[in-house]
C-alpha cells in the first residue's frame, strides 16, 4: 500500500509538472525553454499564476500521497526508507567475498543456479542460493546414510534400489513461500568429493534430472562437513551454531575436570536471540554422569565463553619414543614403586588436577579457625573444594564446601 501511494504521488507530480511546461511553452517560446530551469520555473508561476495555477494544484495533488506513502513506510520500515533517501539504490550491489569455491554450470528449474552456502552433514548435501530464511533456489540430496571421509556417488537413470533422495525448491517473486519437487530415481547423478582440512569436502558435481525438471548442473563444489567456522587455523567461537556451543562446552569441561575423557555431549534446544545462553548440559567425564547448568556469553573479540570460566588449559599431549631394550629392568622397577601423591600436595595442584585424588582423604584446616576431615568429592565452578563425610552408623553423609580462601592448610592423609 505505502509503495502504490509513493508511486501514485510521484506520477501525479510528474504529470502536474509536464503540463506547467507545456503551458509556459504556450505563453512563449523564451518562457518554455526557461520553464526548464527549475528557478525560471517558479518566476514563471509567480509572473504567470493564472495559468500555471491548474499544473501547479496538480503537483500539490500528487505531494499528499506521497507524504501519505513516505509516513507508512517510516513506521513500517525505517530502515528501507533510510537507505531510500541516502540514494542507496543508485550505487552497484557490492557482493560479499563467498565463503566457498562454488563454480557450478547449468540451470535449476530452467533459472541459472549461482549458490553462496553449501554443506554435506549428517548425509544431507545442500547447495543453497541466497541468504534470506527461505532461499531463492536450493538443491538437498539425502544420501542413504551418513558419510565419513571421501564421498563417491554415482547413479545412472535405469539404476534402482535404495538411492540418494532429490530435492529442489524455488521461491518466486510473488510467493511468500517456496515450491519445491523431490524424485528418487530416473536421474544422473556423481558426486567425487575429498576432504580438506580444516572442515571441508572438494570435489566434482554432476547432475541431471529428467527435462520436465529443467535441472541440469556441473562443475566442482566446495562443502563443509559441519557447521563450525575457522579463523586462523583455529574455531571462530563468534560464528552462532550449535557445533560451536558444543565446541566450547567440550573444551570447557576438559579444563574443569582436568581430563580430556568427555564423551556424549547432550545439549537442550535452544536458539541464538541475545548474547546469552542458559543451558543444562550433560555429559560423561571420565565415565561418571555429569550434569552441569552452564550460563554462556558472547563478546565481539572473544565469542562464546563460559562465564566464570578460569580453569587452566590442560598440558599438551606429548608422544615419547618407545624406551630402549636396556631401559626395560629400570623403568619396570620404578613403575612397581607405588606413587606417594602425599609429596608436593598443594590446593594449587588439587585445582589444577581433581581428578588425581578423588575419593581420597584429606583434612582441611579453616582460615577462620576448626579442622575438618572427609574424602575428597570435587572442585565446583567457583574452584570451591568439596569434601564429603560419613555421619555415624546411620550411613548418611554430610558434604561441606570451602572457598579457597576459607582455607588456611589442606593435608592429604592417603599416598
Known amino acids: 500500500m505505502d509503495a502504490l501511494l509513493i508511486i501514485g504521488g510521484l506520477l501525479l507530480m510528474l504529470v502536474g509538472l509536464v503540463w506547467l511546461v507545456m503551458r509556459a511553452f504556450a505563453t512563449s517560446l523564451l518562457w518554455g525553454w526557461g520553464s526548464l530551469i527549475p528557478p525560471i520555473t517558479l518566476i514563471y508561476v509567480v509572473r504567470h499564476w493564472a495559468r500555471a495555477r491548474s499544473a501547479v494544484m496538480l503537483i500539490a495533488l500528487g505531494v499528499i500521497p506521497l507524504v501519505v506513502g513516505l509516513t507508512l513506510l517510516a513506521n513500517k520500515d525505517a530502515e528501507r526508507l533510510a537507505a531510500i533517501a541516502r540514494l542507496d539504490w543508485l550505487k552497484p550491489e557490492v557482493q560479499a567475498p563467498a565463503e566457498l569455491a562454488i563454480d557450478l554450470r547449468g540451470q535449476l528449474n530452467g533459472q541459472p543456479f ?53 530435492e529442489l525448491s524455488w521461491l518466486l517473486p510473488e510467493q511468500d513461500l517456496p515450491e519445491a519437487r523431490r524424485l528418487s530415481r530416473g536421474y544422473t547423478l556423481h558426486l567425487d568429493l575429498q576432504p580438506q582440512a580444516p572442515n571441508r569436502l572438494v570435489g566434482d ?105 578460569r580453569f587452566p588449559a590442560l598440558p599438551a599431549v606429548v608422544s615419547r619414543p618407545p624406551a630402549q631394550q636396556s631401559d626395560a629392568a629400570p623403568v619396570e622397577e620404578r613403575l612397581s614403586r607405588p606413587l606417594d601423591r602425599r609429596q608436593r600436595f598443594s590446593l594449587a595442584r588439587l585445582q589444577r588436577n581433581p581428578e588425581q585424588y578423588r575419593n581420597l582423604s584429606m583434612r582441611l584446616s579453616r582460615a577462620s579457625g576448626g579442622t575438618v576431615e ?30 579457597p580462601e576459607e582455607i588456611g592448610r589442606l593435608e592429604l592423609l592417603e599416598p
Open 374 to 403: 572427609g574424602r575428597f568429592v570435587g572442585v565446583d565452578a567457583d574452584g570451591s573444594i568439596r569434601l564429603s563425610q560419613q555421619m555415624g552408623s546411620g550411613g548418611g553423609q554430610a558434604s561441606f564446601s570451602f572457598k
Open 205 to 309: 558435481f554432476h547432475l541431471v534430472l529428467p527435462p520436465s525438471f529443467k535441472t541440469s548442473l556441473s562443475g566442482r563444489v566446495e562443502l563443509y562437513r559441519d557447521r563450525l567456522r575457522y579463523a586462523q587455523g583455529q574455531v571462530d567461537t563468534r560464528y552462532d551454531s550449535r557445533d560451536t556451543i558444543a565446541h566450547v562446552l567440550q573444551d570447557y569441561l576438559q579444563r574443569r575436570f582436568a581430563t580430556r575423557d568427555v564423551r556424549e555431549l547432550k545439549l537442550p534446544v535452544f536458539t541464538f536471540e541475545g548474547d546469552t545462553l542458559e543451558l543444562q548440559v550433560d555429559a560423561q567425564v571420565a565415565g561418571r554422569s555429569e550434569s552441569l547448568p552452564i550460563r554462556l556469553q558472547k563478546r565481539p573479540q572473544h565469542g562464546w565463553t563460559v562465564s566464570g570460566d
Open 114 to 166: 549461482r549458490p553462496q552456502q553449501g554443506e554435506l552433514i549428517d548425509g544431507v548435501l545442500v547447495l543453497r542460493e541466497g541468504l534470506d530464511f527461505f532461499a531463492l533456489r536450493e538443491l538437498s540430496i539425502r544420501l542413504p546414510q551418513p558419510v565419513e571421509g571421501a564421498v563417491r556417488v554415482d547413479v545412472l537413470p535405469q539404476d534402482s534400489g535404495n538411492l540418494p533422495e532429490v
